[in-house]
């Protein structure tokens, strides 16, 4: 029996080929990969990558337009929230002694890249 395999959302290639080039383009500035896409209840962490001795965890916006505002706008305080309380969770199950930086990646429709550290 033949299956039929569900095509992606468009919306959810897009923010693949962007974390994926996030992620490329910071293995270009050193940092080492950890973790992608970690998953919980409280949201998911894009990608964690240490930084020499730090860990980082990073948020990967995308947008197409700056219409109702830019990528790096997009992080709210809300979604701030999310990703610390995810970072808890993903911390209890793999404990370090590391400092923690959160870092955002934003890119833009026009390919530009803002990688903010310590972003909040």
Same mark, same amino acid.
């Given at each position: 029996? #033949?299956?039929?395999? !569900?095509?992606? +959302?468009?919306? @959810?290639?897009?923010?693949?080929?962007?974390?994926?080039?996030?992620?490329? %383009? @910071?293995?270009?500035?050193? #940092?080492?990969?950890?973790? /992608? $896409?970690? /998953?919980?209840?409280?949201?998911?962490?894009?990608? &964690?990558?240490?930084?020499?001795? *730090?860990?980082? &965890? &990073?948020?990967? /916006?995308? =947008?197409?337009?700056? !219409?109702?505002?830019?990528?790096?706008?997009?992080?709210?305080?809300?979604?701030?929230?999310?990703? &610390?309380?995810?970072?808890?969770?993903?911390?209890?199950? $793999?404990? *370090?002694? =590391?400092?923690? /930086?959160?870092?955002?990646?934003?890119?833009?429709?026009?390919?530009?890249?803002?990688?903010?550290?310590? +972003? %909040?």
């Amino acid at each position: 029996m #033949l299956t039929k395999l !569900k095509a992606k +959302a468009p919306h @959810l290639t897009r923010g693949e080929n962007a974390e994926e080039q996030a992620h490329n %383009f @910071l293995l270009t500035k050193g #940092l080492k990969p950890v973790c /992608r $896409n970690f /998953r919980c209840k409280q949201g998911e962490l894009d990608l &964690i990558m240490l930084d020499k001795e *730090t860990l980082v &965890i &990073i948020e990967v /916006r995308f =947008r197409k337009t700056d !219409k109702y505002g830019s990528a790096l706008e997009s992080v709210t305080h809300k979604k701030q929230s999310r990703i &610390i309380a995810a970072t808890h969770l993903y911390l209890s199950s $793999n404990r *370090t002694d =590391r400092p923690i /930086r959160f870092d955002v990646v934003a890119i833009s429709g026009n390919g530009n890249i803002d990688w903010i550290q310590n +972003a %909040f």
